[in-house]
């Protein structure tokens, strides 16, 4: 982002460098630039959002148990909050422990919520998935809706099946996982 503001810099120093002061970090260029705000650490923008993000876990939530009325605890939610930004800091190898002020998730007590590769399965967005089905579904090829149909019957069978796609690049395997 640095790059696409500081135009014409030549070096890591040259997009450091603004209106002629060089700082010692790019988030001190961001903050010159009023791009970041100081206070913006972790936890403030934590604070800041806590609201809108629960509402976005309860709703999801609500979707994905198939029941609206579904009532949690403003603790529970938070915490699925924080576990779900521990999902995407774990996908970068990060962590919530690393920022002092942060509240820690705790574990659910259903212990695949430990495991973010689960958690994140639980946590698809259904109403959209199936938007997307709708629409591209139809364009798929002969060998991707054979795959696509084998894979949705072990599902709807509730069938255990592990499923290794294979084929040459550019053969359609990330369009069908998508
Ligand atoms: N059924 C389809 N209809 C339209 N476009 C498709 C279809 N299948 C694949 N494509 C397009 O073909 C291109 C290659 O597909 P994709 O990236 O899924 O291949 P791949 O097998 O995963 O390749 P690689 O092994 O190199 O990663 C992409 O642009 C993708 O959007």
């Known amino acids: 982002m640095l790059l696409s503001v500081v135009v014409g810099s030549t070096s890591f120093e040259d997009i450091r ?4 002061i060089t700082y010692h970090s790019f988030r001190e260029a961001y903050i010159a630039l009023n791009l970041l705000q100081e206070d913006e650490e972790p936890e403030t923008l934590w604070e800041k959002h806590i609201y809108s993000l629960c509402d976005d876990i309860l709703f999801q939530t609500c979707c994905n148990t198939r029941n609206m009325a579904l009532e949690l ?3 529970d939610i938070q915490n699925r909050a924080l576990l779900h930004l521990q999902s995407i800091l774990n996908k970068h190898e990060r ?4 920022f002092l002020y942060m509240s820690i998730p705790i574990a659910d007590t259903n212990t695949e919520q430990d495991n ?3 958690r994140e399965e639980q946590q698809y967005n259904i109403e959209e998935l199936a938007e997307i089905i709708e629409k591209e579904l139809p364009c798929l090829n002969v060998d ?3 795959i696509f149909d084998e894979v949705i019957a072990a599902i709807e069978t509730k069938t255990p ?3 290794f796609v294979d084929g040459p690049g550019g053969t ?3 369009f069908l996982y998508k």
Do not use: P, S
């Open 116 to 118: 973010y590769l689960i």
């Open 172 to 174: 359609g395997k990330t």
């Open 144 to 146: 991707q809706r054979a």
């Open 17 to 20: 460098t603004i209106n002629g």
């Open 161 to 163: 099946a592990v499923f």
């Open 95 to 98: 962590c919530l422990e690393e």
């Open 73 to 75: 605890r403003d603790t």
